[in-house]
Structures are given as structure tokens and as C-alpha cells.
């Protein structure tokens, strides 16, 4: 079971953190991923990072502003935001999978999702 939380509202240039944590699974054995749906569009790759932490990927709209990590000894996956836009706002979504591979930016690719936290970033 995946929990995600940290959503809320900030203004443009803020930042936000979020995390999601894991239950019931061996946390180190999964790459994590966080994607993010806005209205009306459809669910979006944001960042993923591999079970030992050490590959990170970031989609383009995101990279030098976002922050993915991953604590295996508490089972919880971090993605911080920072220098936030309105275009940031969307229900964000953590994910686990058993690897990473070239089709992690699909939503697909994902075995486990936890149910969403929102962010909105008012201009």
C-alpha cells in the first residue's frame, strides 16, 4: 500500500514537499516513480528513481526544480518541489515498480499506485 501526502496549495515560485510512504512490501526491492494528473489531461511521468536510489530521472518539465529521493530504511519516497508554477498543479501520484526500464514514463510500466495528493499553485 502506497500513501501519499504533503499536497496543498502555494503560490507561483513556492515550494512544497511530498512524500509516500509504503506498507506491507520489502520498500528496497522497488524503483518509486511520482506522476501527476491535471484536469482534463491525462496522467503524466514526472520522476522515478531505482530501488537503490541511485539512477534518478526527471521529465523535462520538472528537471532543475524537482527532487526525487528515497529512504529504504523508512520506506518512504520523497519528490520536492521547488520554484513551483501554475502549470504544476495537478493530483500528484506515487508508484512502485520492480524495475525500471525504458517504458517507466508510462503509466502502464507501474505495478502499485497510491491514491493521489493535490497540488495547486495559484499565479
Known amino acids: 500500500q502506497l500513501q501519499a501526502s504533503g499536497g496543498g496549495l502555494v503560490q507561483a515560485g513556492g515550494s512544497l514537499s511530498l512524500s509516500c510512504a509504503a506498507s506491507?512490501?520489502?520498500?528496497?526491492?522497488?524503483?518509486m516513480g511520482w506522476f501527476r494528473q491535471a484536469p482534463g489531461k491525462e496522467r503524466e511521468f514526472v520522476a522515478s528513481i531505482s530501488r537503490s536510489g541511485s539512477i534518478r530521472d526527471y521529465a523535462d518539465s520538472v528537471k532543475g526544480r524537482f527532487t526525487i529521493s528515497k529512504d529504504n530504511t523508512k520506506n518512504t519516497v520523497y519528490l520536492q518541489m521547488n520554484s513551483l508554477k501554475p502549470e504544476d498543479t495537478a493530483v500528484y501520484y506515487c508508484?512502485?515498480?520492480?524495475?525500471?526500464?525504458?517504458?517507466?514514463?508510462?503509466?502502464?510500466?507501474?505495478?502499485?499506485w497510491g491514491q493521489g495528493t493535490l497540488v495547486t499553485v495559484s499565479s
Open positions: 506491507g512490501r520489502t520498500f528496497s526491492s522497488y524503483a
Open positions: 508508484a512502485a515498480s520492480t524495475t525500471l526500464g525504458p517504458s517507466r514514463g508510462r503509466p502502464g510500466f507501474w505495478h502499485y
